[in-house]
């Protein structure tokens, strides 16, 4: 599935990889990128890549933490799960980004 | 918080080697796209077709991999151990550039540690003892003396009163003689010391025990500690003598314990006795100020606190005892302040001589660096055309500066420790207090670091920014010609070459007329030179040979029983041997009349008849002493001839009568003496030449401390063994020590001279050396610079050999230059401090031409391979670079 729709916004991955870590538990990074793509059913276009300098990113704050196991096709793959302060992290973020997203959504009702 | 997890995180990583983080990744991005694949595959995909989508969808394979690698470590540590890697192998390319900057480098940094070391050890170390800042040096003074020690009463009677001290401790020096039962005895260092020294001193000992409170009652049983160097030497070590008795000056006592080297408190003491058993201490008066005190200060007071303390006692003692303590006041002052030299004099100029090696060795290194940098301007301009930042520039050329700073360093810990390792060597054994040790330490150490990293300053900085400031244009355009240095820069370079060149003429110059001036060779120097003589110094106990006629009395006995031994031509005793130094006296001339009634001071020293005979010398003119001169009703001296050329110019030697004040200062009536007899000079003390000296008879005023001296054929170890049997059995309490040939005692008491022009040698070489290395540099850039010249000259018929003068053309001016201010510095330097007995001066011809022989050969030994390398180059490998 070619990449198509819009671009990830700047600093939206590292929360939609925590959702969804916290939603589906450990996953491997394959399993991360397709869900992401299945619940943005096509409106988002993914690099499948960046996924894994965000995973670095997020195991090296310790809001994840990751063990070596085997995926479905049986090769060596790295699962990622959730820890307690990712778990926090990802409240904090979900709180910021509502607001966020209440703010500009307000800010462009009264402009128009 | 989290970015410093994220940083240690990192730091992890960087640490941890990439290697194994990236073989990881592409495992997981393998995965990742061959589960893709597989989805497309079971979407209808063709495996062909699925694994380009795969590639599609996972976005760029290698851009992933490398946000993922910065993000993983640091990139500037990263970025570093690329640079490292990279400046290693640019610099191992070039290896004649990198072994003469480094040897530059370390020379500098070598010497300039070397210096650090010793002035340090001399003027900064101190004692080695815990916590020196607390322990207070104790000392009186009064409106005639401005610094003395004090007195056993007052002692005491401070030790009693002072609040402000854990422990107060005093001691004095004196050597003593160890033996025992059949063996002859050991002239050892001694210091008696009070309760509680050593637990002061933070000093336990290696075996035994400590001297108890009850060992310093008077009245107690003798007890004496050994160091181990004496334990060694005349024990071997053995434990058993721990609890027995040997003999101190002939009374025994009970060794306790063996204290450790390096305990040698006060100076270079190796035996310790209580300082309640030193003869006659106790009782001594109140005005009898012979011993040094010191204490440990309380853990709650300062050090304005023991000196209120020492203050209110010390007056309170003159209101006690007024006629002993007028006016005397206590000085209270930390105990490295009291041992330490201070920083000044020699030592003073050792740290600025290092201080301007270090910065022209760097500057030197400085100017290889930059014609270095010429070659590598195309490679420079190519990366930052490509996009390479300036500050990449600059910190890859830091890097190297530092990389060369560091082996430098390597190499000049080398250099140093070799260095002292000379320095101490020259040093006679016992002339330095135990204290000083030129070791290295933490604090050496770092010193070395901070001296390197200084030459980084100097080299590194300057042709970095050089390089950073590159015209990337200009250079491509023309082929990697490209002019290093501007105008001013050129200017400073051959100004510093200038500099540097003039003030390795003047020290040339300096050290080669005190070479030929420093020692003036005097007639009885091979005289003394000589392995056929030997001498043993010893010293009469006062208690046993307290008046004039005792000593008189042993020593007769002594010559006497020397005199029949076989072999032995001639024998004499001395009160002081040649070289080893003797005080002035003020001397008086009869029926002459000194300005402002100030009486001129000459050496004396005082001999018995054989003196001269047993150095193989003899009267200029008069007579020789004989046995009666000394006696009463004939008080006759010698004078020597540089004596007859001060004093008694125009009137006839022989007969005239001189008044000499005894030896110590005390203003005691001068004893009148005829000259029967001039002999010739003898350097009585390291000086560049002999001075007056005055001999008088030994006989007159036998000193307790002499050294005998005997002639003879024989094996001097032999004789050695003869002479002390012969001393053992006049007195078995009487050892002799210091067994010498007169040969050993001239060559140790040159030391410091020796040691100075060593120094000076050295310091002259090394700057002869930096000068060629500057001019090697110079040329070579130059060379460098115009070798397309050279190309297009050799191609219309320039010989080799002009190209090669063309190239050394170079650096002429600021050769001449450099040659002719350092001529006219040398001049200069010798006009405002000439030496006393200028054997040439520096504006003789000879010398002149000599030293501008020697930059004549530095320069061709600079210039060779730069104009080797211009002359011989074929002219269409250069015109082809174009």
């Not at chain 2, 050394?808 to 230059?817: D, E, I, K, N, S």
Request: with cysteine; charged share 20%; net charge positive.
């Amino acid at each position: 599935m070619p990449p198509s729709g819009s671009e990830v916004p700047y600093g939206t991955l590292d929360l939609m990889v925590l959702k969804t870590l916290a939603a589906m538990g450990p996953l491997h990074g394959y399993g991360i990128a397709r869900r992401i793509e299945q619940v943005a059913e096509g409106a988002l276009a993914l690099n499948q890549g960046t996924i894994y300098p965000a995973l670095l990113r997020l195991e090296q704050q310790g809001w994840v933490k990751s063990a070596w196991g085997t995926s479905e096709n049986n090769r060596r793959a790295r699962f990622y799960s959730i820890t307690a302060a990712g778990r926090r992290q990802l409240a904090a973020e979900t709180e910021t980004w509502a607001r966020t997203v209440s703010i500009v959504s307000r800010l462009l009702d009264h402009e128009s | 918080m989290t970015t410093l997890r994220v940083w240690l995180s990192r730091l992890r990583g960087a640490l941890r080697g990439r290697s194994r983080a990236e073989a990881e990744l592409a495992d997981e991005v393998q995965t990742h796209l061959d589960l893709l694949a597989h989805d497309f595959v079971a979407r209808g995909m063709s495996p062909e077709e699925a694994r380009f989508a795969a590639r599609r969808a996972f976005g760029g394979v290698d851009q992933a991999k490398a946000l993922y690698r910065d993000q993983l470590c640091l990139p500037a540590i990263d970025g570093l151990a690329q640079d490292v890697r990279f400046s290693c192998r640019s610099l191992t390319r070039d290896s004649s550039f990198l072994v003469t900057a480094v040897l530059v480098l370390s020379l500098g940094i070598g010497v300039t540690h070397m210096f650090l070391t010793i002035v340090y050890a001399h003027t900064m170390r101190g004692l080695p003892i815990p916590r020196p800042d607390r322990i207070l040096y104790i000392s009186t003074f009064d409106d005639r003396t401005a610094d003395r020690p004090m007195s056993y009463p007052d002692f005491d009677d401070l030790r009693a009163g002072a609040s402000r001290f854990q422990e107060l401790v005093a001691y004095t020096s004196t050597p003593v003689a160890i033996g025992d039962d059949g063996r002859a005895p050991d002239r050892l260092e001694a210091s008696f010391v009070s309760a509680g020294a050593f637990a002061t001193l933070g000093i336990t000992p290696l075996a035994g025990r400590d001297f108890a409170p009850a060992d310093h009652r008077p009245g107690a049983a003798p007890v004496v500690m050994l160091g181990r160097s004496a334990w060694l030497s005349r024990y071997r070590g053995d434990p058993g003598v721990i609890g027995r008795e040997i003999l101190v000056d002939g009374a025994p006592a009970t060794v306790t314990g063996i204290l450790p080297d390096r305990s040698g408190f006060p100076s270079t003491a190796s035996v310790w006795l209580p300082l309640e058993h030193s003869p006659g201490l106790v009782t001594a008066p109140r005005d009898a100020r012979g011993l040094r005190v010191f204490g440990r200060l309380d853990d709650d007071s300062s050090e304005a606190d023991a000196r209120a303390d020492v203050a209110s006692i010390m007056s309170r003692l003159e209101a006690q005892h007024p006629t002993t303590n007028r006016g005397v006041r206590g000085r209270v002052v930390p105990i490295n302040e009291r041992f330490l030299g201070r920083l000044e004099g020699p030592w003073l100029a050792f740290l600025i001589a290092g201080c301007i090696i270090v910065l022209v060795s760097s500057a030197n290194a400085a100017n290889l660096v930059l014609a270095r940098s010429l070659h590598r301007a195309r490679e420079v301009a190519v990366r930052t055309s490509l996009g390479a930042r300036r500050s990449r520039i600059v910190r890859e050329h830091l890097v190297e500066a530092l990389l060369l700073a560091s082996a430098g360093g390597a190499a000049g810990l080398a250099v140093s420790w070799t260095g002292i390792r000379l320095f101490a060597s020259a040093i006679p054994a016992g002339t330095l207090p135990y204290w000083i040790d030129y070791t290295m330490d933490v604090r050496t150490a770092v010193a070395l670091v901070a001296v390197s990293l200084t030459t980084v300053a100097v080299f590194g900085l300057a042709p970095a920014l050089v390089a950073s400031r590159l015209d990337v244009l200009r250079v491509l355009k023309d082929g990697g010609r490209w002019q290093t240095t501007s105008g001013g820069a050129r200017r400073w370079t051959a100004a510093f070459m200038t500099a540097q060149l003039a003030l390795a003429v003047v020290l040339l110059s300096t050290v080669m007329l005190a070479t030929l001036t420093a020692r003036a060779r005097l007639p009885s120097d091979a005289a003394l030179a000589t392995t056929s003589v030997t001498t043993a110094a010893l010293t009469l106990p006062a208690s046993r040979y307290a008046s004039p006629d005792d000593r008189r009395y042993f020593f007769e006995g002594l010559l006497e029983r020397v005199h029949n031994l076989p072999g032995i031509t001639a024998a004499a005793m001395t009160s002081a041997l040649p070289g080893t130094g003797v005080a002035a006296r003020q001397l008086d001339i009869e029926g002459r009349s000194w300005p402002d009634d100030r009486l001129p001071t000459t050496l004396v020293v005082e001999v018995t008849p054989g003196y001269f005979r047993a150095l193989a010398l003899a009267p200029a003119r008069g007579r020789d002493l004989t046995e009666l001169d000394g006696r009463p009703g004939h008080a006759n001296g010698l004078v020597n001839e540089r004596f007859v050329e001060r004093f008694l110019q125009g009137q006839p030697p022989i007969g005239t009568r001189l008044g000499v004040s005894p030896p110590d200062r005390a203003a005691g009536p001068q004893s009148w003496v005829t000259v029967v007899g001039v002999v010739p000079d003898i350097r009585q003390r390291s000086t560049p030449d002999a001075e007056p000296l005055v001999y008088l008879p030994f006989a007159s005023a036998p000193p307790a401390s002499a050294t005998l001296m005997v002639r003879s054929a024989q094996d001097p170890s032999a004789v050695a063994v003869l002479l002390r049997d012969a001393a053992q059995r006049l007195d078995a309490r009487v050892p002799l020590y210091r067994i010498q040939t007169l040969a050993q005692v001239v060559h140790d008491a040159e030391w410091n001279p020796r040691v100075s022009a060593r120094l000076a040698a050295t310091l002259t070489m090394l700057c002869l050396l930096l000068a060629t290395v500057g001019l090697y540099a110079v040329t070579s850039h130059g060379a460098g610079l115009r070798r397309n010249e050279f190309g297009i000259r050799m191609a219309l018929g320039a010989t080799p050999l002009r190209i090669a003068r063309l190239v050394v053309a170079g650096v002429r001016v600021p050769l001449l230059l450099g040659l002719g201010f350092g001529l006219a510095g040398a001049i200069a330097w010798d006009r405002a401090f000439p030496s006393s007995r200028p054997a040439l001066r520096a504006s003789d011809p000879s010398i002149m031409a000599l030293i501008s022989l020697l930059i004549a050969l530095v320069t061709m030994a600079a210039c060779y391979h730069p104009a080797r390398r211009a002359a011989t180059r074929a002219p269409a490998e250069v015109l082809r670079q174009e």
